[in-house]
């Protein structure tokens, strides 16, 4: 406790989450009133907390199996969460917590998810097929699996809704989709095994984190 917080520090621990064991991923709804929490070793494959008072309100459990990432739209009407073990899209209603349906992305071990600018299409990365498999979530379905880099991690959809940026986990590189024609462009090569994007477009900026150099990689 000490030395999480110690005397002096400009922030403050305020309070603790307690989840299952293998948390994978954390995500704060738009309204910032709750925190969703994966679980690798589901089930219960979700926990879902109160940000005010840190409470836990629900485990939720989808098939056998746990979850690797949650996101949810603008409007935090939907979540959605993917599964690697059935290569699963979770489409679940926020405010009831129920499944409204399952959409296979027809890819392997598929994890990170990124809703595309107009938040009509969904992009979800298999990390064993080394493609990007988008889903038209009108339908549900599949409308193109987008060959990419070596082990596909961390997503990136631009506002514009003309690029897709993938984190290859697997060589280290970073590709740059073109959402009109689907080819990857490898724009950068010098990472080790690259996970997540962010990007600030304001100041023309993506951050990819590098697991294996434990580096912030910052490209302009």
């Known amino acids: 406790e000490a030395w999480l917080d110690p005397t002096g520090q400009v922030i403050h ?3 603790t989450f307690p989840t299952g064991r293998l948390p994978k991923q954390v995500a704060f709804t738009h309204d910032m009133k ?13 926990f879902i ?32 969460v993917s ?19 399952t959409m296979p992305t027809k890819g392997k071990w598929s994890k990170v998810l990124c809703l595309s600018a107009d938040g009509k299409h969904l992009f979800v990365s298999n990390w064993l097929f080394a493609d990007i498999s988008e889903i038209d979530l009108e339908t549900g379905k599949v409308v193109r699996k987008l060959k990419t880099v070596d082990t596909p991690r961390g997503l990136y959809a631009t506002k514009d809704g003309k690029w897709l ?30 996970r997540h994007i962010v990007g600030d477009e304001a100041r023309n ?11 912030i990689w910052k490209l302009t």
Not at 165 to 183: M, N, R, S
Request: glycine content about 12%; cysteine-free; overall charge negative.
């Open 13 to 15: 621990k305020e309070r």
């Open 34 to 46: 709750e925190l969703w929490v994966t679980s690798l070793d589901g089930p219960p494959s979700l």
């Open 49 to 80: 907390h109160s940000v005010a008072t840190g409470e836990k309100l629900l485990d939720l459990t989808l098939g056998e199996h746990g979850a690797v990432e949650v996101i949810f739209n603008a409007d935090d009407t939907r979540a959605y």
């Open 83 to 101: 599964q690697m073990e059935t290569a699963l899209v979770y489409e679940l209603d926020v405010q009831s917590r129920k499944v409204l349906r």
């Open 165 to 194: 940026y993938v984190a290859g986990f697997g060589k280290g590189e970073l590709g740059k989709i073109d959402l009109k024609t689907g080819k990857t462009e490898v724009i950068f090569a010098g990472g080790a095994a690259l």
């Open 205 to 215: 900026v993506l951050y990819i984190s590098d697991m294996d150099k434990g580096t």
